[in-house]
Every structure is written in C-alpha cells, then in structure tokens.
C-alpha cells in the first residue's frame, strides 16, 4: 500500500499529489511514469511522474479527471493509501548534449512538460518554455514553469490571461525570426503535438513528442500502447512503454494515434458518470 502525503486542486480538473513510494523516487528521471491502481478491483492506469523527492521518499503525479478511475482517485485523500504504485517505467527524456531547449506543453501535459523543464535547466541549458491553456481557470504550475525558464510565453485560447492563441504562434514566431533551439519537446493533446511538429518542420529543428496512448501492462505485452512510425519510408511499430514515452514527432502517424485514442471515448465517458453517481449517492 502506497500513502497519499499531499493533496492538492490545480484547477476544478486537476489535481496533484505526492505519493510515499521511496523505491520509486530513488531512480525516477523525468520523462518516465508509474502505473498505479486505487484498490484491489481497479484498473491499472499510467500517469507520468510529475517530480519525484529522493530524501522524502515521495512521488507527485498529477491527473486529470476524465474517467471512472481518475475520479475514484480523486476521492481519495490525504493519509489514504494506493494499492499499487509501480515504477518508474519508460526511458527517461534525452538531455545529453543539449544546450538550448523549447519545451511546449498543452494543459494537463505541461505537469509533463515541467520536470523536463527543470531538468535541463538544473543541467545549465537555455529554457523556452510555452504552455497553454484554453482559458484562465484551468492555468496551471505557472510559477514553477517561471522559475525554470529563461523565457516564458502563456497562451489562452480565448485570450483570458497571458496572450491570446496557441502554442504555435511564439514558436513559429521565433523561428521565423531565426532562432533556434537544438531540440524542441512537445508534451500534451495529440493535436497540439502533431502542429507543433508541423510548425518546426520547415526549419528542421529536431522535436520530440512525449505520446500517452492506451496503456495496460506498461511492459510492451499487452500491445495497447503500439504505435506507427514512419522510418526511412518504412512503417514501424513501437510501444510507448518500453520504447518511449518519447519519440521523434516527425515519424509519429499522430493521425492513427488519434483515431485509437477515441476508440473508448464513450466507455470512458459512461464509466465516469456511473461512479460519479455512485459517490453523489454515497
């Protein structure tokens, strides 16, 4: 059993919590994730390590409530206990020789988005970060993301704090105006990542998408996570939880990503409002 330290709303959406969990917090590198279930009849759900505390013991997570699992787990409170916590999974982002970087993160990815962030700027790298929200109640870790950035830009979509836009329009600005970065790391909604790829392409500067498909075992058994890149004109399958989570975005199919990420949209949807209604009802 896995103790719930923290507790803390972001935004009504999200929430972020610190885990007791010190094996885990011992090798955890950003860019990695735990699978976790919130008791003995749950599904197993990955959610990538938002930080991680070696001298306490503690992992943070932050989630986002979309689904039955997310919202029992959001129920939960701290001193309350998780079944299971495993971890870390995946590889860990690749920061060797990179000294300027882009980090662009879209809503709930930006909790993603910020321990790379922090990463390389620990390692002494320059740091543009850009996040964005659809509006200002849902804005999240803004401090944090100032604190490791030499250059921050927030976007809104409806212009109700920082500036007006997407996460599209200060990268293709800066690029248009010639600077450069020697990687550009994308991490949130599948869109968003596909045209921030699609922005970056005609200045070649290499991306990399942290991808967060359907996810069962998070050891490349079940085949839940497989995606198709296209390599040297060549389809290739991989798998998000052993191969990546991060992968160069110029070979993602973010189109096929996409489409399989709807597969269980309605089941999602559906299973949420029984266990919402199974808590109103107490």
């Known amino acids: 059993m896995y103790k719930i330290v923290t507790k803390k709303v972001l935004n009504p959406t999200v929430t972020q919590m610190e885990i007791e969990a010190p094996l885990v917090a011992n090798k955890a590198k950003p860019g990695q994730f735990i699978i976790l279930r919130v008791d003995r ?3 197993r759900i990955p959610l990538t390590i938002a930080g991680a505390n ?3 013991g503690t992992v943070k997570i932050i989630f986002q409530i979309v689904g039955a699992t997310t919202e029992k787990l959001n129920q939960k409170q701290a001193g309350e206990y998780l079944q299971d916590f495993v971890g870390p999974l995946g590889v860990a982002t690749h920061t060797n020789g990179i000294k300027k970087v882009c980090i662009v993160g879209g809503g709930v990815g930006c909790a993603i988005a910020l321990p790379v962030a ?3 700027h620990a390692l002494g790298a320059n740091v543009t970060g850009i996040i964005g929200f659809r509006n200002k109640d849902l804005v999240i870790l803004e401090d944090e993301f100032r604190t490791c950035s030499d250059k921050l830009f927030l976007m809104t979509d409806d212009g109700s704090y920082g500036e007006q836009g997407n996460v599209c329009l200060p990268l293709t600005k800066m690029l248009e105006s010639g600077e450069r970065f020697d990687m550009i790391i994308t991490i949130g909604p599948l869109i968003m990542m596909k045209f921030v790829v699609e922005a970056a392409r005609p200045y070649g500067v290499p991306v990399t998408a942290s991808m967060n498909p359907i996810m069962i075992d ?3 058994m079940c085949g839940g996570c497989r995606l198709t890149l296209n ?3 060549k389809k290739v399958t991989k798998f998000a939880c052993v191969d990546g989570p991060d992968f160069n975005g ?4 973010f189109d096929e990503a996409m489409s399989r990420g709807r597969m269980y949209a309605d089941f999602e949807h559906h299973a949420y409002e029984k266990t919402c209604n199974l ?3 107490g």
């Open 41 to 43: 009849e749950g599904e």
């Open 54 to 56: 070696k001298e306490n």
């Open 118 to 120: 922090q990463e390389f």
């Open 218 to 220: 998070g050891t490349g």
């Open 231 to 233: 390599q040297n004109g």
């Open 250 to 253: 110029y070979e993602i199919d």
């Open 279 to 281: 808590f109103r009802k």
